[in-house]
C-alpha cells in the first residue's frame, strides 16, 4: 500500500487529466470567496453608470466563454446586481455593436 502523499499525487493527476482538478479549484476559490464577502461588515457602494456598462459587458463574456465559477466571484466582488441592470439590447445600443448570429445566441 502507498503512502498519503502518492494517493494524494495519484488522485491529483487523475482529476488533471479529466480536466476537473481546475474546476475545482475555481470552485474553492469562489466559495471561500464568497464566505469572505459574507464575513465583510461594510457593504460595498453601488458601481456607477459607466462602470455598470463595462461589469455587463464582462458578465457577457463570462457567460459566452462559460466561466460560471469566475462569474459568481465576479458579481459580488464588483458590486454588480445578480440580476441585469438593463438588457443586451440596451447594451447593442448604447456601445454601436452589430450583432451576428453567433453574438445573438449569448
Do not use: W
Not at 464566505?35 to 456607477?48: F, Y
Request: glycine content about 4%; hydrophobic content about 30%.
Amino acid at each position: 500500500m502507498g503512502s498519503v502523499a502518492e494517493l494524494r499525487d495519484a488522485v491529483k493527476d487523475t482529476l488533471d487529466r479529466k480536466g476537473i482538478y481546475k474546476q475545482l479549484q475555481a470552485h474553492m476559490r469562489s466559495q471561500v470567496y464568497k464566505i469572505l464577502l459574507d464575513a465583510e461588515e461594510e457593504p460595498r457602494p453601488e458601481p456607477c453608470n459607466e462602470n455598470l456598462i463595462v461589469n455587463e459587458l464582462i458578465r457577457e463574456y463570462l457567460i459566452y466563454n462559460g466561466y460560471k465559477d469566475t462569474l459568481s466571484v465576479f458579481l459580488p466582488e464588483s458590486g454588480q446586481p445578480q440580476t441585469r441592470p438593463f438588457d443586451r439590447d440596451f447594451l447593442v445600443q448604447q456601445l454601436g455593436v452589430k450583432e451576428t448570429s453567433t453574438t445573438q445566441q449569448v
